[in-house]
DNA sequence: CACAAAACCGACCGGTCGTGCTATTCTCTG
DNA sequence: CAGAGAATAGCACGACCGGTCGGTTTTGTG
């Protein structure tokens, strides 16, 4: 039917707005019901479980993220471009041009799953390692291409890479430090040069 | 009385233990009351909300952070070896070697809080602002040591010095990588190489 | 050893949680 | 426009939530 995937889509999309907020437990189907004015019975009958709920909200923030920083980035030429390119993709993600200021919602599930064993941090788990192989992969074509050096280690560069990210969500969001965003990008350009093969 | 006191002591530990997995929010008095076998209201009597628990657990995780990590650190004499010392014994909190392998209460926390307003956040929030000034003030006397360039910019040093410790929360706890505090390790000393005086 | 205060207990409150089950309303299609 | 089937609502459930209260046990002390 088609009424019934439309109403699907934005339950879900409204949980995500809420889950990066409260987290996916702390999104309860009443609340979740009483926002989209609904009734809870209503909005459950769409999924068999909370928990399918909660991982369909889960495959809608990868879609949002593939699609907001992964696909414009790939665009680009592979090689130092695309590796820039996806780190201002990741930040503009962060300041949740889209999200809606609630910050990147990968990181607060991360938190909140990293000690909750079941599907939803499985699924997180395998998102996660796509995520730091997708960076490691443009770091590798880099290498390829002749603009990073060649004994650079693709997976130590994902781990600094990521880190810069999680930093910032933490300096600006909870410590509110207004510089949070030029300490970010003058990271970046640290492990950049590092990366990068000496202009000699 | 002392009895209470020892009482109040055990239930602010065993809290600290649970938020470590659960958040601050996950744990409720009646498991809490279940797993120290007394009753939920003899639990309560000691705390005159939820909330006061709360920040009783945060002020406990604060102490044991301050003994286990910036005191150690800050017997060394002041510059590099005492970032180093500092960085060491950060990473040795996160192993939970005290802890009990739950990882950092503080990036859970932070991750909990960072869209929760109240006492709480702002208590952590403050803790969080001292951590990041004692990083910064460790950097600023190995400059002044001559250890550490002159034109260093604390500040950044203190956000790169953080963004290492979640990453590497992230990547060991999360997505399981073996090779975690490898990279930590790796990303640490790029970032202590990048800030001692040149060798020239 | 008595006795007040501190510590603790069991029962209970209103509310909310996730989740069923049954009816009703809506929507697409023949 | 009628009827089938999807979409949604109403209602109730058992469990658990933070919190309250009156009473009982334990503890330190004069």
Redesign the interface.
């Known amino acids: 039917m088609r009424k019934g995937d439309a109403t699907r889509q934005q339950i879900v999309e409204t949980a995500l707005s809420r889950a ?4 996916l ?2 999104v309860t189907l009443g609340r979740l019901a009483d926002e989209l004015q609904i009734s809870k019975s209503g909005l459950f009958a769409h999924f068999k479980s909370k928990e399918a709920l909660q991982l369909a909200v889960l495959e809608e923030a990868i879609e949002l993220f593939i699609e907001k920083v992964v696909r414009p980035a790939f665009v680009r030429p592979r090689g130092a471009a695309r590796v820039r390119a996806l780190f201002e993709r990741w930040i503009a993600w962060f300041r949740g041009e889209e999200a809606g200021d ?2 990147c919602p990968f ?2 599930l ?7 064993p079941g599907a939803v941090r499985d699924a ?2 395998r998102s ?2 796509d995520w ?1 192989a997708t960076i490691a992969r443009a770091a590798v074509l880099a290498v390829a291409e002749g603009h990073f050096r060649a004994d650079l ?1 693709p ?2 560069f994902a ?2 890479f ?3 990210g ?2 910032l ?3 600006a ?5 207004p ?2 965003y030029t ?2 990008a ?2 970046f350009e ?1 492990l950049f040069v ?1 990366a990068a093969v000496q202009p000699q």
């Open positions: 990066a907020e409260l987290g437990e702390g609630t910050g990181l607060s991360s938190a909140e799953y990293d000690d909750r997180l788990v996660q390692r730091m280690d997976a130590q781990f600094e990521s880190a810069i999680m930093s969500q933490y300096a969001k909870l410590v509110a430090d510089n949070a300490h970010a003058a990271a640290r590092d």
